[in-house]
């Protein structure tokens, strides 16, 4: 019912930025609370940030707070990931997903998933 697509990782150095870009389809998108989650190789999915359905709320993990921004704007079915001073342990392939209720941080529990975009950030 949703479908997500991620876009607007890179290579970029420490220190930089990059926003990523998560567009859905499919109808009531604001019925949905988005998260953005982040997984190197043999390492396990990491939660990195949610929104609530109308934006009103978000949450971050603390590897990430202060230096990342979510955001979503629902006329254009589309959430983001501001990333600044950005850091080599940032390296990771980063998925957006969507779920039905707000405060999830547990990657099984969200019901849709994006494809995935590479960031790749050097020292």
């Known amino acids: 019912q949703v479908q997500l697509v991620e876009s607007g990782g890179g290579l970029v150095q420490a220190g930089g930025s990059l926003r990523l870009s998560c567009a859905a389809s499919?109808?009531?998108?604001?019925?949905?609370?988005m998260g953005w989650f982040r997984q190197a190789p043999g390492k396990e999915r990491e939660y990195v940030a949610s929104?609530?359905?109308?934006?009103?709320?978000?949450h971050y993990a603390g590897s990430v707070k202060g230096r990342f921004t979510i955001s979503r704007d629902n006329p254009k079915n589309t959430v983001y990931l501001q990333m600044n001073i950005l850091k080599p342990e940032d390296t990771a392939v980063y998925y957006c997903?969507?779920?039905?209720?707000?405060?999830?941080?547990?990657?099984?529990?969200?019901?849709?998933w994006g494809q995935g975009t590479q960031v790749t950030v050097s020292s």
């Open positions: 499919g109808r009531a998108f604001s019925d949905y609370a």
């Open positions: 997903a969507a779920d039905r209720t707000f405060g999830v941080t547990n990657a099984p529990d969200y019901d849709y």
């Open positions: 929104i609530s359905g109308l934006g009103r709320y978000t």
